[in-house]
């Protein structure tokens, strides 16, 4: 079975450090790879996609970029944080069954 | 620009009744629609999904309608139960080979007892 596995749970981090959320997936190869934030009272706003390897493509102008350096790993980073980028982070991949996503458990950042 | 639409930030009902959960749409190139379903602190799960080609799906106690024209879903929940208390996001795709979902702001669905 496909399972999908993204870490840390909850990160806070200070202003001007570092980022790196890594997701993966198992069960399958060549997903289609996504990643949502979904900020404080808004609903989820997609960041980034991949179709394969190295296949990035982005969605909204921001601090954050991604990477994809495994089929089934899929990178969130940042070199600076800000504020704003606090929020629920979601790692999903493509099920070519229903065309719907499953979705990654999340990882909550607070930017201090 | 908010290609997906839900106004209703809440909405609450008996158990037992039906919850009815509405979204809009604007792009005309949408042409496969689905709803998810949200614990606090947990990704959201798939609940069930719709083509343009269809007007209604139904799965157990969820059903969601499709009007075309006026670009508009549904989601009904019958009999609604305490434990569909969560936030509820349709959304909606144009290019089903990329997978870009474009998502509502969610329906915080609460159901009493």
């Known amino acids: 079975s496909q399972t999908i596995h993204q870490w840390p749970a909850t990160l806070v981090q200070p202003v001007g450090s570092p980022l790196s959320l890594e997701c993966t997936v198992e069960g399958t190869s060549n997903p289609n790879l996504y990643w949502y934030r979904q900020a404080a009272g808004r609903g989820l706003q997609l960041l980034f996609y991949s179709v394969g390897i190295g296949q990035i493509s982005s969605e909204v102008p921001q601090n954050l970029s991604a990477s994809r350096p495994q089929d089934r790993q899929f990178i969130l980073s940042s070199k600076k944080l800000l504020l704003s980028d606090s929020g629920f982070y979601l790692c999903a991949w493509l099920s070519r069954t229903n065309y719907g996503y499953t979705f990654g458990s999340g990882t909550r950042l607070t930017v201090v | 620009d908010q290609q997906v639409k839900q106004n209703s930030p809440s909405l609450s009902v008996q158990e037992g009744r039906i919850s009815i959960l509405n979204c809009d749409y604007t792009n005309s190139m949408f042409d496969y629609f689905l709803w998810y379903k949200k614990y606090p602190a947990e990704g959201p799960t798939f609940l069930i999904s719709?083509?343009?080609?269809?007007d209604k799906n139904e799965d157990g106690r969820f059903t969601v309608f499709l009007n075309k024209s006026a670009k508009h879903l549904s989601l009904h929940i019958v009999p609604s139960q305490p434990g569909d208390s969560a936030v509820y996001f349709c959304a909606a795709s144009a290019m089903r080979n990329t997978g870009k979902l474009i998502f509502g702001q969610g329906t915080t669905l609460q159901v009493k007892p």
């Open positions: 719709i083509s343009s080609i269809k």
